[in-house]
């Protein structure tokens, strides 16, 4: 997954300079403590709870897990007018069937909008 050159550094820095002993060499951690008092990594399970209680923190009715964040993410980029073949890419399908079905309901009024992007003159 592509990152943002400003992330990855700000990334590596907090790896430079935060107490590594009471964190070791992870960045995500939980809010427990293990046995030896040191926080533990993060779960994958972890990250779902954290999703699952965020819509109620934000104020939204709709369940969030992984997946809709994936799926809202290639929605939007798609009608931003991104490539299709760049965002197969980016998300790790091997073409663009995948691409096509899932994201065809996506209607003339967002086709209209990126074609006017995409011929839109910076002024």
């Known amino acids: 997954m592509p990152m943002a050159p400003q992330l990855a550094q700000r990334l590596e820095r ?7 002993k009471a ?5 995500f951690l939980a809010a427990r403590r293990d046995a030896f008092g040191e ?3 993060l779960t994958t399970s972890g990250v779902v709870q954290l999703l699952h209680g ?5 104020g939204i ?5 992984p997946h809709l964040l994936r799926h809202s993410f290639a929605a939007e980029a798609m009608r931003r007018g991104m490539n299709p073949a760049q965002l197969a890419q980016l998300l790790g399908h091997s073409g663009l069937r995948m691409i096509e079905q899932v994201y065809a309901h996506l209607n003339a009024t967002d086709g209209f909008e ?3 992007r995409v011929l839109a003159v910076d002024k």
């Open 14 to 20: 907090y790896q430079r300079v935060r107490p590594t």
């Open 23 to 27: 964190r070791g060499d992870r960045i």
């Open 39 to 41: 926080y533990a990594a």
């Open 54 to 58: 965020a819509p109620d923190r934000a």
């Open 61 to 65: 009715s709709r369940r969030a897990h």
């Open 114 to 116: 990126a074609v006017m």
